[in-house]
């Protein structure tokens, strides 16, 4: 594996390390500590600096007008754009065009005039409404909501969602709901406006995760259109799955970077903070605590750089984007911990991004499939075929 | 956790207000009848948290208060955000004092 870096991959990577330390780590000085998003004007403004870099709409294909980039490209920009304060969640404060429900690329001609084309515009908001207080990680047996077929124009849903993000502030979203037997060819995914009678956000739901909020949604017959069904009736599961294991990988990525940047500040105050006549970093105990940490980015680095490639190269990467979610979650959250260990007093506090960071990366240890799932994913496969 | 912010309302006088710890968290401002004028918010960027926050309103009070009521949460963004949209939810506006936030921007809840 060779992932020496080609001039255009360091040239963007340069690139977005500036913007980085010069336009966003500033404007942090003045936000709340778990402030997760800027001012109108200033997003503007800094819209307007990724759009000059060619870059604004990383997860959008070209021909919706996104950039051409590899996904090795796009896993080192993810690793960038994570190294600030809010970089986990809210990279570059969604500078860089923020998450897009790719699962809409797959919509009807007339779906992507109605929803797909206002959302790329950022006139519409979307939320993405899997998981249900039954499970999220195994939603072909999970999902409990049902849609029963009223006549030949509409489906009426219920039931309950949980863990949805930006649900009470969408204009529609993609709801998965049971319309067949058990199982994965039984659910179809709806787009269902927010604003139709029976769609209810009851609750937000408060995690570790102060900056932003999860939500409770309650359908109670909900009719929607059979013209909504995206994609085929029964063929919900397909969608929601094909594309999980690609933003698996910029997702494992920006773990990386929120870590290789806790790491530096580590290296850093262990240079200049003294105890008992010495600085921290002369002391063999905080010596393999970097090492430690060292190792643990380089590792998870060359997993999730291998994963793009395989995507890259067209190859199956399901496991290796599992290997990289799972890696750079867990050594993340570790060089997170150490960081702040070695900063005492200063790593709990809010003065530091540490104690944000320890916080979301506890939460990324469980978000977008357990670590205990991915290794369910990683042994399925390799039991079911060989390493090779 | 109950949803809305339930505690018995304070006097807003320096007396009670000086007793405040310097925790994070949410508060709810309120006139002589008790109706809520203004959802606040003692963020890590406050110097000395909710007391700080309502000594600051006790200086400059230009809303008349009579009562305030707090919550002490580590989770002050997000209970702030919940907190808005429950009174967006109850009365169809925000608090008096909160009208310079955009209520198209903030989200909807249908609490029941």
């Known amino acids: ?59 959008t294909p070209p021909e919706y007008g996104g950039p051409d980039i590899s996904m090795v490209t796009r896993t080192l920009i993810a690793i960038e754009c994570s190294q600030h304060r809010a970089g986990l969640y809210v990279p570059c404060y969604n500078a860089f065009g923020g998450a897009r429900q790719a699962q809409l690329f797959e919509a009807t001609d007339a779906q992507k005039e109605k929803y797909l084309y206002p959302m790329l515009k950022g006139e519409k908001k979307v939320f993405f409404g899997l ?53 994965r060819s ?39 259109p059979h013209e909504n069904i995206l994609g085929e009736e029964g063929g919900g ?61 380089r590792s998870a680095r060359l997993l999730v750089l291998d994963a793009a490639a395989k995507c890259d190269k067209g190859l199956p990467f399901r496991t290796e984007s599992a290997i990289a979610k799972l890696v750079c979650a867990e050594n993340g959250f570790r060089v997170v911990d150490r960081s702040m260990q070695i900063h005492g007093g200063l790593g709990v506090a809010k003065d ?16 977008e499939g357990p670590s205990e799932v991915q290794k369910h994913v990683i042994a399925r496969d390799i039991i079911g075929a060989s390493l090779r | 956790m109950s949803i809305r912010l339930d505690k018995p309302w304070i006097e807003f006088s320096k007396q009670s207000i000086d007793r405040l710890t310097g925790h994070l968290g949410v508060y709810q401002l309120a006139n002589a009848g008790k ?13 000395f948290g909710l ?33 808005l949209q429950i009174f967006l939810y109850d009365f169809k506006r925000l608090p008096l004092a909160n009208k310079n936030l955009n209520v198209k921007s903030m989200g909807r809840l249908n609490v029941g």
């Open chain 1, 131 to 183: 998981s249900e207080p039954s499970g999220g990680s195994d939603p072909a047996r999970a999902i409990q909501t049902k849609a029963v077929r009223d006549g030949n124009d509409h489906w009426v849903l219920n039931g309950t969602k949980l863990w949805i993000s930006g649900a009470d502030r969408a204009d529609y979203g993609l709801v998965f709901a049971r319309t067949g037997g058990e199982g």
């Open chain 2, 51 to 83: 007391r700080g926050e309502l000594q600051k309103w006790l200086e400059l009070d230009d809303i008349a208060t009579s009562f305030f009521r707090l919550e002490v949460t580590m989770a002050y963004k997000t209970r702030h955000a919940e907190l």
């Open chain 1, 237 to 297: 599961f397909a969608i929601a799955n094909d594309r999980l294991a690609r933003q698996r990988v910029p997702y494992a990525a920006e773990c990386l970077g929120v870590a290789i940047r806790a790491h530096e500040m580590a290296v850093e105050y262990s240079k200049i903070r003294e105890t008992f006549g010495a600085t921290l970093s002369s002391r063999q105990g905080i010596q393999w605590m970097l090492v430690e940490n060292e190792i643990d980015l």
């Open chain 2, 35 to 47: 109706e809520i004028i203004y959802i606040g918010v003692a963020g890590a960027r406050s110097r």
């Open chain 1, 352 to 367: 530091l991004p540490l104690e944000r960071w320890f916080r979301e990366m506890r939460i990324r240890r469980i978000g």
């Open chain 1, 1 to 59: 594996m060779d992932f020496t870096l080609n001039e255009e991959q360091t040239m963007i990577v340069d690139m977005v390390r500036k913007f980085v330390q010069q336009e966003i780590i500033p404007l942090e000085k003045d936000l709340d500590p778990d402030a997760d998003e800027v001012d109108h004007d200033t997003y503007v403004k800094l819209v307007e600096k990724t759009k000059a870099m060619g870059l604004y709409g990383l997860d």
């Open chain 1, 186 to 224: 039984g659910v179809t995914a709806f787009i269902v406006e927010t604003d139709w009678p029976g769609f209810n956000v009851t609750r937000v739901v408060h995690t570790l995760r102060s900056a932003k909020y999860a939500t409770e949604i309650h359908i109670e017959n909900l009719r929607v």
